[in-house]
């Protein structure tokens, strides 16, 4: 099994200056190497076909790639699990104030509810972002795998790895179906995920 993690969102509580009003952590499960391998293939055809110099990156795509993306994609077999966190919905201050206890917590509240999703797993993590986000996070994992529940915890460089960049598309979609303020269709390219989706938790 290999399940690749990547969040959108920050920590900040500073909503009225700018920080996000929601942090998502979104987890892509392959139950197969085979099937992996060749959604990474189709990837790396869709940046041809989409005229991609780059790498994907929801935030940096136009609606027009997003669409092609997912459309694309949508033959592969993976499935996904996430966390929704409101945090104007989150009133303790230990979580409000402390940047590595609010990431702890809802890794924590993630990976200890992922109806086994991990068992026998390599696990695959952007290592761009916030540096605090990904510490917590691979030292949860660690403290995991010695229990014999994941295989391997390895951080990848996204412009390096297709699945990577998956696992951003995929946690800017569910991201973006929050965001229904300012933004026409905002759950259109989550919608084009709704069959892969097992499970959306929103922690408020």
């Known amino acids: 099994m290999l399940v690749l993690i990547d969040e959108s969102g920050d920590a900040g509580f500073k909503l009225a200056r700018g920080s996000t009003q929601h942090f998502i952590v979104a987890m892509v499960i392959f139950d197969d190497f085979k099937e992996a391998e060749r959604a990474s293939d189709i990837i790396e055809a869709a940046r041809t076909t989409l005229r991609i110099r780059t790498e994907f990156k929801f935030n940096k795509c136009s609606g027009q790639v997003k669409d092609g993306f997912f459309a694309m994609v ?3 077999k993976f499935t996904v699990r996430a966390i ?3 945090k104007a919905k989150i009133y303790s201050e230990n979580l409000r104030e402390h940047k590595e206890m609010f990431y702890n917590f809802f890794v924590k509240s ?9 068992v026998g797993a390599r696990v695959k993590i952007d290592g761009s972002g916030d540096r ?6 691979a030292a949860y994992l660690k403290r995991e795998s010695t229990g014999g529940k994941i295989v391997s915890v390895k951080f990848v460089e996204s412009h390096r790895d297709n699945l990577i960049q998956l696992a951003d ?3 800017g979609a569910i991201a973006r179906s929050y ?7 905002p759950d259109r390219w989550r919608k084009m995920l709704n069959n892969k989706v097992r499970n959306v938790w929103n922690f408020s």
């Open 74 to 76: 949508a033959p592969c």
């Open 84 to 86: 929704v966190v409101d």
């Open 110 to 118: 993630l990976l200890q509810h992922d109806h086994n999703a991990l």
């Open 132 to 137: 605090e986000f990904k510490r917590e996070l």
């Open 169 to 171: 598309m995929v946690a």
């Open 179 to 185: 965001r229904v303020d300012d933004r026409n269709e």
